[in-house]
């Protein structure tokens, strides 16, 4: 009995000093000021980069393929076209990076390419080069009145992107002339010079209209030879250069007329017609 009396005590203490300490955690946590929580705003989600589909780089890597193992020649074009285009001097590994074509990789391309009439290199950079290395208006200008028999406007069209708008420019202000080879319907342009205006009368004019031309340039010439003026042109020269390299025209061979012979085998015998003259051939023999 005495034993059951102190476990009973022991457990009256136990829940006192649990309801204690209840009460105590209940105050302590009443008394601390409610602190509220800093709203932190979600970071924005970057949108998932798409991934390099399989097909579209394969596609890419053909493409650059058949380029690498185009002729030297389709190579070149186009290396020298990116250097036109931009007028720009690139390195061997920044004209594979423009145009896929590695020069590095092709010693053909490569010595092609170095010796190539319209490209310069200057030992590490490949550059456009012009038959005229022209800059502006004013020193187009100044070439054209170095060649008083005129410049062929063929040769210029490269100098510079904007050569051809300056000549027209020159043209209108009346510092130069461009007219067309009666010959090769080429435009040639000649200096005007503006130190020497010539004035012509309308009559002259007309009556210079009214001449009809032959039209073949080589009876233009005789006819300039024979009053005192040299021609600017020889027909008869570029003609010949042009027979020897095989430009001009070729007659077409004339067919060869078969005939009937004693050989010939005879399967439309049904036609006696076509065998007359034949048979006219054994009686006069």
């Excluded at 034993?3 to 105590?24: D, G, P, R, V, W």
């Excluded at 950079?125 to 005229?132: D, G, L, P």
């Excluded at 009214?210 to 003026?229: A, F, S, V, Y």
């Amino acid at each position: 009995m005495a034993l059951q009396e102190s476990l009973a005590k022991f457990k009256k203490q136990q829940e006192k000093c649990q309801s204690t300490l209840t009460s105590i955690a209940a105050k302590a946590g009443s008394s601390k000021p409610t602190v509220p929580q800093k709203f932190t705003p979600a970071a924005p989600t970057k949108p998932p980069t798409p991934a390099v589909k399989f097909s579209n780089d394969t596609e890419r890597l053909q493409h650059i393929n058949s380029i690498r193992k185009a002729p030297v020649g389709a190579q070149i074009k186009r290396v020298i076209d990116l250097l036109l285009e931009t007028r720009q001097a690139f390195t061997p590994e920044q004209i594979n990076e423009a145009c896929y074509v590695d020069t590095n990789a092709n010693k053909a391309v490569f010595d092609s390419l170095r010796n190539n009439p319209k490209v310069s290199y200057d030992g590490k950079r490949f550059a456009y080069k012009s038959k005229h290395d022209l800059k502006d208006r004013s020193q187009l200008l100044v070439l054209v009145r170095k060649f008083p028999e005129g410049i062929a406007v063929i040769d210029l069209k490269d100098s510079y992107p904007s050569v051809m708008e300056d000549l027209q420019a020159l043209k209108a202000a009346g510092q130069v002339w461009l007219l067309s080879n009666f010959d090769s319907q080429e435009d040639i342009a000649y200096p005007n010079d503006p130190r020497v205006p010539i004035k012509v009368d309308d009559d002259l004019k007309q009556f210079f209209r009214t001449i009809e031309l032959p039209r073949d340039m080589l009876d233009i010439e005789k006819d300039l030879q024979k009053n005192g003026m040299k021609p600017a042109t020889n027909t008869a020269k570029r003609r010949a250069m042009a027979q020897v390299h095989g430009i001009a025209s070729k007659s077409k061979p004339k067919k060869k007329k078969h005939e009937i012979s004693k050989r010939t085998k005879l399967t439309n015998a049904h036609l006696p017609e076509l065998f007359q003259s034949l048979k006219d051939g054994d009686s006069s023999k």
